[in-house]
């Protein structure tokens, strides 16, 4: 990746169940984010070592990730633990997963290659209601500008819409007014797609059910229009 130091938004953590997987793809890099059945997050290279089947394929045992082509199972720090087809063997600790550092803020997965890199969030906004995430046919660049022109309708309060950046990389910005507000993670997926990971800054009492199809409604309408101005400029 060309942003090592620096968390990056890849899933939200609603989408990511215990015990389930989900491949995600992150500036061109396949990777799996899954959850154990305790239910902690990991973030590794979506490629088994040892016959590069992807683990978003596999099937969660436990605390452990099992590979679908032979049953290789994976400790959380990635580390080989059993391989079927040979039950007694003491599996080398060479035999191991690419893994990520990972937390979850604001309702949100996010992953580093880094363990020194700055938290995502600079502010508090300890209330969150998950939205949802946007896939896009459109590099993020795009997404960005069209976020910056957008107009966000008001659910529990009314006012202007405003844009701002919270942090140009990772890419992170609220929109909304006094009231109502989004926190929109960007996630760079290769050069001709993005995602856009969405929650809204307020309590579920006031969000949940209406507020979110309210707003659910705005991103899908967000999305056919930047794609469409995406597809015309071309």
């Given at each position: 990746?060309?942003?090592?130091?620096?968390?990056?938004?890849v899933?939200?953590?609603?989408a990511?169940?215990?015990?389930?997987?989900?491949?995600v793809?992150?500036?061109?890099?396949?990777?799996?984010?899954?959850?154990?059945?305790?239910?902690?997050?990991?973030v590794?290279?979506?490629r088994?070592?040892?016959?590069?089947?992807?683990?978003?394929?596999?099937?969660v045992?436990g605390?452990?990730?099992?590979c679908?082509?032979?049953?290789?199972q994976?400790?959380?720090?990635?580390?080989?633990?059993?391989?079927?087809a040979h039950?007694?063997?003491?599996?080398?600790?060479?035999?191991?997963?690419?893994?990520?550092?990972?937390?979850?803020?604001?309702?949100?997965?996010?992953?580093?290659?880094?363990?020194e890199?700055?938290?995502?969030?600079?502010?508090?906004?300890?209330?969150?209601?998950?939205?949802?995430?946007?896939?896009l046919?459109?590099p993020?660049?795009?997404?960005?500008?069209a976020?910056?022109n957008?107009?966000?309708?008001?659910?529990?309060?009314?006012?202007?819409?405003g844009?701002?950046?919270?942090?140009?990389?990772?890419a992170?910005?609220?929109?909304?007014?006094?009231?109502?507000?989004?926190?929109?993670?960007?996630?760079?997926?290769?050069?001709?797609?993005?995602?856009?990971?969405i929650?809204?800054?307020?309590?579920?009492?006031?969000?949940?059910?209406?507020?979110?199809?309210h707003?659910?409604?705005?991103?899908?309408?967000?999305?056919?229009?930047?794609?469409?101005?995406?597809r015309d400029?071309?």
């Open positions: 990746m060309t942003s090592d130091a620096y968390w990056h938004a899933s939200l953590s609603s990511v169940e215990p015990g389930t997987t989900s491949g793809m992150v500036e061109g890099k396949e990777l799996v984010v899954w959850r154990d059945q305790a239910g902690s997050a990991h590794w290279e979506d088994c070592p040892h016959r590069g089947m992807r683990l978003s394929f596999g099937a045992r605390d452990r990730l099992g679908l082509y032979h049953g290789w994976y400790d959380g720090a990635g580390q080989c633990r059993a391989i079927p039950p007694d063997l003491v599996v080398p600790k060479t035999i191991k997963v690419l893994t990520y550092h990972v937390t979850e803020a604001f309702d949100m997965i996010w992953m580093s290659t880094a363990v890199a700055p938290l995502p969030i600079a502010f508090d906004a300890s209330d969150t209601t998950p939205l949802r995430s946007l896939t046919d459109c993020l660049q795009i997404a960005i500008e976020l910056g957008t107009e966000l309708p008001g659910f529990a309060g009314t006012g202007n819409t844009f701002d950046a919270v942090r140009s990389h990772p992170l910005w609220t929109l909304g007014n006094d009231t109502d507000r989004l926190l929109i993670a960007g996630q760079v997926i290769d050069d001709a797609h993005s995602a856009l990971h929650v809204i800054l307020g309590r579920s009492e006031t969000y949940s059910g209406a507020g979110q199809m707003f659910a409604r705005w991103a899908e309408q967000f999305r056919a229009e930047v794609e469409l101005s995406s400029a071309a």
